[in-house]
């Protein structure tokens, strides 16, 4: 019998937790991990007795690497990349705009697709030995599921430049500097949940839907269209298929 891809609950303190359980994969997203978050998040919108919402990843070395290349990588045209890109980045925009407050709990390493993720929840917190980068400048793209448009809402402009185009993989330490991470603890307890939403969910919402009204109004749902659509052109390109070939035949050896 195959492990679930996902694993969901709802604790004591009302947060809905979504762990990805594909540890084997790093806990890469694939199609089912998606669908999977789509209807996680519905159902968190529509039972208003929950009070926050928190991904993470299984096991202590990934939170999530991304994409999993060993399935998108037979996407090679424009416009097949778009329906996988797009389809995620309506997940992720979801994510952003979710009435709660969200936590991206980074237990491991983070990268690429992961980062975008984290990008999208409030607050991110992780443990000491964390990785994180938005690496996908070394395979030829950028930010496919409107990653860097959120990053930017959530950092200051330089700081988000500089991981974006640096493509590098960063310490807990130098992205909580960077103002990426809020909190680097070794583990996530109900104590700092606790302390964080102290308040009734409607009040939680109501802060929370004044965040929303301002991102719906700069347009971010049409800006994060606009960057998976360039990121789509970047896909088809020889650059982006021969580094990720590379990369895979990498992996092999």
């Not at 978050?37 to 968190?44: E, F, H, M, N, P």
């Not at 390493?109 to 030995?129: F, H, K, L, M, Y």
């Amino acid at each position: 019998m195959n492990e679930p891809k996902v694993h969901t609950y709802i604790d004591h303190n009302q947060i809905y937790r979504f762990t990805i359980n594909r540890p084997e994969k790093r806990n890469a997203i694939d199609y089912d991990v998606m669908n999977e978050l789509k209807t996680a998040l519905k159902d968190v919108r529509e039972n208003h007795s929950i009070r926050g919402f928190v991904i993470t990843g299984s096991g202590e070395n990934s939170f999530c690497s991304g994409g999993d290349l060993s399935v998108f990588h037979a996407l090679h045209t424009k416009e097949d990349a778009y329906a996988m890109l797009s389809k995620m980045g309506k997940v992720l925009y979801d994510l952003m705009t979710l009435p709660v407050p969200t936590f991206a709990w980074i237990n491991g390493t983070a990268i690429g697709g992961g980062c975008e993720i984290a990008a999208a929840c409030d607050q991110r917190w992780s443990v000491p030995n964390a990785k994180l980068g938005f690496v996908q400048g070394k395979l030829g793209i950028t930010t496919g599921w409107g990653g860097a448009s959120m990053l930017m809402e959530k950092v200051i402009h330089a700081n988000a430049i500089k991981m974006l185009s640096s493509a590098k993989i960063y310490t807990a330490s130098e992205a909580l500097e960077l103002g990426f991470i809020q909190k680097v603890v070794p583990s996530f307890i109900s104590e700092y949940i606790e302390e964080e939403l102290s308040v009734s969910s409607s009040v939680l919402r109501s802060y929370k839907k004044s965040f929303i009204s301002k991102w719906e109004q700069t347009a971010l749902k049409e800006r994060m269209i606009a960057e998976i659509e360039q990121c789509s052109f970047l896909w088809e390109q020889d650059e982006h298929h021969e580094a990720v070939s590379a990369f895979l035949e990498r992996k092999k050896k």
